[in-house]
């Protein structure tokens, strides 16, 4: 199912600003928030799909490509393989805490808000991805090796070197956050800050695992299969999620960002969605008409060269172009029409082109619309 415009879905133009766009989100946030509405899957549907809007459109780079090439930009329709979105409340609430100004915690703490250990992040990967032609058209299957940080096997990725090898952190009893209270003139001012002890963790390690040295990740290699829909260019950036470097001792994983380069045909220029192609005639083969190939991007075929067919003239062939990634339709074939002349000739062919011109069809004629222009020409003059 094909996802609603982020625009639409928090209720601004194209043109909004951030100032905009942040209290749209506020808006719907508080609206939708899962403590205000508790059991009502669509009211966190709709708490998650503004937080996925806001998170593209708040960001200038990601806005720009969104503008551009739509859902696709960002990875498409969900459940495709790539995509931007949120895979839980805590992610919300890590990212857009503050939006709330206050009115809600975290998930859960309706109105108060509750301690949460530090939830670890991987580092995103970035890759780039070469296509030709072919492949952009059809959409391709890509399988690629990466060096990056994966769980150590060797502890799961605890860090530790067995399950008795980790305890609770006394300095914030596993809460992840310690609490200070500071008199002011105000009164007593509660603040709350990352566990210095644990970093976040709740937990600390006794005994370190040797082969990560507490890390819980090590470097290794892994085949990762891509799915590139048709229609992708130059430039664009796709988003793997999940399939970046492992988190230190546990969380999630970053994404896998990958750019994709198109390379260069040998006779076809791309122009967005059109195909180019460049026909060289000769000047028979234009006075007379014939039929000749040209290549597409799945082979060859004929198109037909009429008789008098002047040079510049463009064919167009529907449908042969590439297609839209947003599934939008397909772009044509446009074949501009060169006569090629000769740069020199044998006196047997010079007589001939002599008789041409003293014959009248040979004399250069033109057409309405030339007319038409010489004449505005010559009353503006």
Not at 79 to 92: K, P, Q, V
Not at 176 to 192: C, D, H, K, P, S
Not at 212 to 228: F, R, S, Y
Not at 281 to 293: Q, W
């Amino acid at each position: 199912m094909s996802k609603k415009d982020y625009y639409e879905v928090l209720g601004v133009s194209k043109s909004a600003s951030k100032d905009e766009l942040k209290k749209a989100y506020r808006k719907l946030a508080i609206q939708y928030h899962p403590d205000k509405n508790p059991g009502d899957k669509a009211s966190e549907d709709k708490f998650k799909e503004a937080a996925e809007a806001y998170e593209v459109l708040s960001n200038d780079e990601k806005r720009a490509k969104y503008d551009r090439f739509g859902h696709q930009a960002m990875g498409g329709n969900a459940g495709g393989g790539y995509g931007g979105g949120f895979s839980n409340m805590e992610d919300i609430f890590s990212n857009f805490g503050d939006i709330f100004g206050g009115h809600f915690g975290g998930f859960g703490g309706f109105g108060g808000g509750q301690s949460r250990q530090r939830v670890n992040k991987g580092t995103n990967l970035r890759v780039k991805v070469r296509l030709n032609l072919s492949e952009i058209a059809n959409g391709v299957e890509k399988k690629i090796k990466v060096n990056k940080y994966v769980p150590c096997t060797h502890c799961n990725g605890s860090g530790a070197k067995d399950s008795h090898s980790k305890s609770t952190c006394t300095t914030c009893n596993g809460a992840g956050q310690v609490t200070r209270v500071q008199r002011t003139i105000l009164g007593q001012v509660q603040t709350a800050s990352i566990c210095p002890t644990c970093d976040g963790e709740g937990k600390i390690i006794t005994h370190k695992c040797s082969h990560c040295n507490g890390e819980g990740v090590t470097k290794a290699e892994e085949v990762i299969t891509l799915q590139i829909p048709a229609g992708v260019e130059e430039g664009m950036q796709l988003s793997v999620s999940g399939k970046g470097n492992a988190a230190r001792r546990g969380g999630v994983n970053g994404d896998l960002l990958v750019l994709v380069e198109e390379e260069a045909h040998l006779e076809l220029i791309r122009d967005g969605n059109s195909l180019l192609y460049n026909l060289f005639v000769s000047v028979p083969d234009a006075i007379l008409g014939s039929a000749v190939e040209i290549p597409t991007i799945d082979g060859k075929v004929k198109v037909k060269i009429d008789p008098g067919t002047q040079s510049g003239k463009i064919l167009r062939l529907k449908g042969k172009g590439l297609p839209d990634v947003n599934r939008y339709g397909t772009g044509d074939l446009l074949v501009k029409i060169n006569v090629w002349i000769p740069k020199a000739i044998n006196k047997e062919e010079r007589k001939v082109f002599e008789k041409w011109v003293k014959s009248e069809s040979f004399k250069p004629e033109p057409t309405s619309e030339e007319k038409g222009f010489f004449q505005r020409m010559k009353e503006y003059f």
